[in-house]
């Protein structure tokens, strides 16, 4: 097959938009035999030969297009799917086939996986407590070793002036030495192999080759004496943490989100909850342990001696009618954007609750059905916000100045256009870049049709 950017691939290419509209099932399947091509191409409006396809009513190009794995929710440039095209152009035959393929018990169920949520390793929980293995673990000469010092992770500097930061790896070589002179936190994050970026979910088991995955947390480390990130072509994210450590490759982020959260727990968890003595850690970093033997936390299983992971919902609200979404904006966002309403879940309160409670105290919507969409781990310290798509039940909006600066209804076409020119637009609405769940919500909507149940 061809690939790259020859004069043959361009002719190709134009052969399959044009059998596509012309409803030519022999051209368009010669077209991706010549080609290593997503099904997806498009052209300079951004239409996909799905679009062209659908906008002549050519049902069998269609079924053709979607068996290659063509996405009937992909937009052209003026935010339309191809079932918008379709009912534009009054091609009910193409309307009634996109629709019974889009509907829900047909189409796949396809997981999101969110920036933070790439879980790139097996995280080997039984092999925690096995001191031994765990020590051996450490120092195979495969071990990799992620470096924080206060909590700022140690990335590239050839990565800094690029678009996105790598991790740098120390082996046990390099890091042996700084452990026995700068306190610090140790932990085991699991094994794997993040070049091949597999996820838990698919046929994968560690292998015998793969490296074990550890991480440190220096404290009060003198960035000169003890350890010079530059030794190893490296600097901390000091300034602007939260920025950087949006920039990591998907494939990093996850084990970068475990790692941070688990640490943070340990610099904060110091002492027993329970009786005020200190405690140790166990497990390589699992579980904290208080020192006094008579605390009531050695009998049974306590929440206070594992680390925490505190839930925050996330909610896409449409209207009433199913035109509009409500976004609304803290005054801390960047000028323009607005995003998703969110909040702390309290205890005792289910999921849709506490979506339906976050949104009538800081907007003054009432919510009706509540749909779950994705969830997505969020390192800061270590929440992790679940994210839904609801219908409003009332459409008056009464803002609580206090927790917004403003909330409100957007049409979807405003919506849509806030998508396709993201998160750098310098007019209008912005919307949160994509490395956030609330800009995955918001596109789920818009992709969505207003008269879909949600
Ligand atoms: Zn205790």
Same mark, same amino acid.
């Given at each position: 097959?061809?690939?790259?950017?020859?004069?043959a691939?361009?002719?190709?290419?134009?052969?399959?938009?044009?059998a596509a509209?012309?409803?030519?099932?022999?051209?368009?399947?010669?077209?991706?035999?010549?080609?290593?091509?997503?099904?997806? *191409?498009?052209?300079? =409006?951004?239409?996909?030969?799905? =679009?062209?396809? !659908?906008?002549?009513?050519?049902?069998?190009?269609?079924?053709?297009?979607?068996?290659?794995?063509?996405?009937?929710?992909?937009?052209?440039?003026?935010?339309?799917?191809?079932?918008?095209?379709?009912?534009?152009?009054?091609?009910?035959?193409?309307?009634n086939?996109?629709?019974?393929?889009?509907?829900?018990?047909?189409?796949p169920?396809?997981?999101?996986?969110?920036?933070?949520?790439?879980?790139?390793?097996?995280?080997?929980?039984?092999?925690?407590s %096995?001191?031994?293995?765990?020590?051996?673990?450490?120092? =195979?000469e495969?071990?990799?070793?992620?470096?924080?010092?206060?909590?700022?992770?140690?990335?590239?500097?050839?990565?800094?002036?690029?678009?996105?930061?790598?991790?740098?790896?120390?082996?046990?070589?390099?890091?042996?030495?700084?452990?026995?002179? *700068?306190?610090? %936190?140790?932990?085991?994050l699991?094994v794997?192999?993040?070049?091949?970026g597999?996820?838990?979910?698919?046929?994968h088991?560690?292998?015998?080759?793969?490296s074990?995955?550890?991480?440190?947390?220096?404290?009060?480390v003198?960035?000169?004496?003890?350890?010079?990130?530059?030794?190893?072509?490296?600097?901390f994210?000091?300034?602007?943490?939260?920025?950087?450590?949006m920039?990591?490759?998907?494939?990093?982020?996850?084990?970068?989100?475990?790692?941070?959260?688990?640490?943070?727990?340990h610099e904060?968890?110091?002492?027993?909850?329970?009786?005020?003595?200190?405690?140790?850690?166990? %497990?390589?970093?699992?579980?904290?342990?208080?020192?006094?033997?008579?605390c009531?936390?050695?009998?049974?299983?306590?929440?206070?001696?594992?680390?925490?992971?505190d839930? *925050?919902v996330?909610?896409?609200?449409?209207?009433?009618?199913?035109?509009?979404c409500?976004?609304?904006?803290?005054?801390?966002?960047?000028?323009?954007?607005?995003?998703c309403?969110?909040?702390? =879940?309290?205890?005792?309160?289910?999921?849709?609750d506490?979506?339906?409670?976050? *949104?009538?105290?800081?907007?003054?919507?009432?919510?009706?059905?509540?749909?779950?969409?994705?969830s997505?781990?969020?390192?800061?310290?270590?929440?992790?916000?679940?994210?839904?798509?609801?219908?409003?039940?009332? %459409?008056?909006?009464n803002?609580?100045?206090?927790e917004?600066?403003?909330?409100?209804?957007?049409?979807?076409?405003?919506?849509?256009? !806030?998508i396709?020119?993201?998160?750098?637009?310098?007019?209008?609405?912005?919307v949160p870049p994509?490395?956030a769940?609330?800009?995955?919500?918001?596109?789920?909507?818009?992709?969505?049709?207003?008269?879909?149940?949600l």
């Amino acid at each position: 097959k061809m690939s790259g950017n020859s004069n043959a691939q361009k002719y190709y290419i134009d052969e399959i938009f044009t059998a596509a509209a012309n409803g030519d099932v022999e051209a368009i399947t010669k077209g991706y035999n010549m080609l290593s091509i997503s099904p997806d *191409v498009t052209d300079k =409006m951004g239409w996909t030969p799905l =679009m062209c396809a !659908a906008r002549n009513g050519h049902v069998n190009v269609m079924g053709f297009l979607l068996q290659q794995g063509a996405d009937p929710k992909h937009m052209n440039k003026s935010g339309q799917t191809a079932l918008d095209v379709a009912s534009f152009w009054n091609q009910t035959g193409s309307v009634n086939f996109l629709n019974g393929f889009l509907k829900p018990n047909k189409s796949p169920v396809m997981e999101v996986v969110h920036y933070f949520g790439f879980s790139a390793l097996d995280r080997q929980s039984y092999q925690r407590s %096995d001191e031994n293995e765990m020590k051996k673990a450490m120092r =195979m000469e495969n071990a990799k070793y992620v470096v924080f010092a206060d909590l700022q992770l140690l990335v590239s500097n050839d990565a800094v002036t690029g678009k996105s930061q790598n991790v740098v790896y120390l082996t046990w070589g390099e890091i042996e030495k700084y452990l026995s002179i *700068v306190d610090h %936190d140790l932990i085991f994050l699991g094994v794997g192999n993040i070049d091949k970026g597999l996820l838990v979910r698919e046929t994968h088991h560690a292998q015998l080759n793969d490296s074990p995955y550890f991480a440190v947390n220096f404290k009060k480390v003198s960035r000169d004496d003890e350890f010079s990130p530059e030794k190893y072509n490296g600097s901390f994210t000091d300034k602007d943490n939260r920025r950087l450590m949006m920039m990591l490759q998907k494939n990093e982020s996850g084990l970068v989100a475990q790692a941070r959260s688990v640490l943070a727990w340990h610099e904060r968890y110091n002492f027993c909850p329970t009786c005020g003595n200190e405690t140790i850690m166990k %497990d390589f970093g699992y579980k904290r342990l208080c020192i006094s033997e008579s605390c009531t936390t050695h009998k049974g299983a306590h929440n206070t001696s594992f680390p925490r992971t505190d839930p *925050v919902v996330i909610i896409l609200v449409a209207s009433k009618d199913g035109s509009k979404c409500l976004l609304g904006r803290q005054s801390r966002f960047p000028r323009g954007m607005y995003s998703c309403i969110a909040g702390f =879940m309290e205890p005792g309160e289910s999921i849709e609750d506490a979506a339906r409670r976050e *949104v009538f105290e800081e907007s003054g919507v009432k919510v009706g059905q509540v749909e779950y969409h994705s969830s997505q781990p969020w390192p800061f310290p270590s929440n992790i916000m679940i994210g839904l798509i609801g219908r409003a039940v009332c %459409d008056d909006i009464n803002v609580d100045k206090v927790e917004l600066e403003d909330a409100r209804w957007f049409d979807k076409p405003e919506v849509a256009k !806030a998508i396709l020119e993201g998160f750098g637009r310098k007019e209008g609405l912005v919307v949160p870049p994509h490395t956030a769940i609330a800009h995955h919500l918001i596109k789920t909507w818009v992709q969505r049709n207003s008269n879909s149940n949600l």
